[in-house]
């Protein structure tokens, strides 16, 4: 069994920073990709930012020159650092984690239960 556990959510001020933390843990054999996606109320979720193993990173464009991701590989770990947060990044933020499990060939996709982020203007 793999858990994924968030911190870091809150309410912050447009403008603001908040940094979001994801920590994997369970029967892991590695992980690839980890991601942030988001959901705010009425809308479809949406990928927010991702990196491989190798550090290789992906961002939503919306994220771009405001979200950073980064992880550490020996703490099973994920962060997504947000500058200049906007009313618009009002959602609830989940982290995703590809994890091959121990014993086994392949690899799945594991979510955390979400942590919500608000911006007020």
């Known amino acids: 069994q793999v858990h994924l556990v968030e911190s870091g959510g809150g309410l912050v001020q447009a403008g603001g920073s908040l940094r979001l933390s994801c920590a994997a843990s369970?029967?892991?054999?590695?992980?690839?990709?980890m991601g942030w996606y988001r959901q705010a109320p009425g809308k479809q979720r949406e990928l927010v930012a991702a990196?491989?193993?190798?550090?290789?990173?992906n961002y939503a464009d919306s994220a771009k020159g405001r979200f950073s991701i980064s992880r550490d590989n020996a703490k099973n770990t994920v962060y997504l650092q947000m500058t200049n947060l906007k009313p618009e990044d009002t959602a609830v933020y989940f982290c995703?984690?590809?994890?091959?499990?121990?014993?086994?060939?392949?690899?799945?996709?594991?979510w955390g239960q979400g942590t919500q982020v608000t911006v007020s203007s």
């Open positions: 369970g029967s892991i054999s590695s992980i690839n990709t």
């Open positions: 995703t984690a590809d994890v091959f499990p121990m014993l086994v060939t392949r690899s799945y996709r594991y």
């Open positions: 990196i491989t193993s190798g550090g290789s990173t």
